[in-house]
């Protein structure tokens, strides 16, 4: 596969973060995919969300599996670590580089039909484990590299651009992750880039596994009337339940907001999302009511899209295990042979 790389001419005066980078610096190669695919906002989202949280790109590790999803990281964090793995196995390999390096930002990406499908199992099992890391499906419900298919999250009554109808139950995601455990869920739009970006910056913010269903249509095969993932009936059914802002914590932020209208969640390392709500009753910090009330949204037609769900106090998977605070792989031979008497010593606690 060729790719093509951006020419490097840039205007002079671009705006530079604290780390001496624009914008220009977080983006990739030219992207190979269809003009006007939804998969590209979101890739623009990422690089935004990257640039304005003022992330070093050699700190971040992408990894994808296979499918127009995956190719995607290609197109941004140019200067950021890779790896495309085979098809539906991303998680395990983001896992083992995690356990290695806990100190880089692990962002993973994916489709519905690389973690609904062939990958189902990976996926669940990153999320129950509370993996540190960023989890974004560019969900559009179809193959797009096999010409179309139904993925296993075509809703149930959806047609095919050739008219066939999809006759089983589908996959959702967001629910799927609320019930495995991860601690930061949202369902985001690739057409709504004012929304988009500040989901992505809440997720990279949090400490533990963050899961983002992006609807992602596809304008080769699942753009058309039939469609429930198409750019105009996600317009048409989309239902926010907030609109979000990340703030970082280097300046002083105030505001002034009627009791009640906003709610606060303080991050691990100090970084703040700010919710205005919209539904009076929706809780992000309940599981059980995000989880019914996405259900009734479902059944009334509505795609429910904003933070779903937080919990800023669960443990990742270092804390369950109990690895040391270094990375693993910056441990030497003193640290990781201690001798004869340290195991010993270990052995005898446990008698």
Avoid: W
């Amino acid at each position: 596969m060729t790719f093509i790389a951006k020419p490097k001419l840039r205007h002079p005066e671009l705006q530079r973060n604290k780390h001496g980078f624009t914008r220009r610096d977080y983006e990739g190669a030219v992207s190979t995919l269809c003009a006007g695919c939804g998969h590209d906002s979101i890739s623009a989202a990422i690089i935004q969300a990257c640039y304005e949280l003022e992330l070093p790109p050699h700190r971040v590790a992408k990894l994808s599996g296979i499918g127009c999803s995956s190719k995607t990281p290609t197109y941004f964090l140019g200067n950021a670590h890779g790896f495309n793995s085979v098809h539906g196995r991303m998680p395990s390999v983001l896992t083992g580089a995690n356990l290695a390096n806990r100190d880089l930002i692990y962002l993973g990406v994916s489709g519905d039909g690389d973690s609904a499908s062939i990958g189902l199992g990976q996926f669940a099992h990153i999320l129950r484990r509370g993996v540190n890391m960023v989890y974004i499906v560019e969900n559009n419900g179809v193959y797009g590299l096999t010409k179309g298919q139904f993925s296993a999250t075509a809703d149930r009554g959806s047609k095919s651009k050739r008219g066939v109808e999809n006759h089983s139950a589908s996959i959702d995601l967001v629910m799927l992750a609320i019930e495995l455990g991860a601690t930061y869920v949202a369902r985001g739009f690739s057409g709504d880039k004012s929304q988009l970006v500040p989901l992505i910056k809440g997720a990279i913010s949090h400490r533990g596994a963050a899961f983002i269903d992006c609807i992602s249509p596809c304008i080769a095969f699942n753009n058309h009337s039939g469609s429930t993932k198409g750019f105009d009936y996600v317009r048409e059914h989309n239902e926010a339940v907030n609109f979000l802002d990340v703030m970082t914590p280097r300046d002083e932020i105030t505001a002034d907001y009627a009791p009640g209208s906003v709610q606060e969640i303080k991050q691990h390392d100090g970084t703040v999302l700010r919710l205005r709500k919209i539904s009076e009753d929706y809780d992000v910090h309940d599981r059980v009511a995000a989880m019914h009330y996405l259900q009734k949204s479902k059944a009334a037609g509505d795609i429910v899209t904003g933070v779903l769900h937080v919990d800023p106090e669960s443990p990742d998977l270092h804390d369950t295990l109990g690895t040391v605070s270094a990375p693993l792989n910056s441990l030497g031979k003193k640290e990781l042979c201690p001798g004869k008497s340290a195991i010993d010593k270990f052995n005898a606690a446990r008698r």
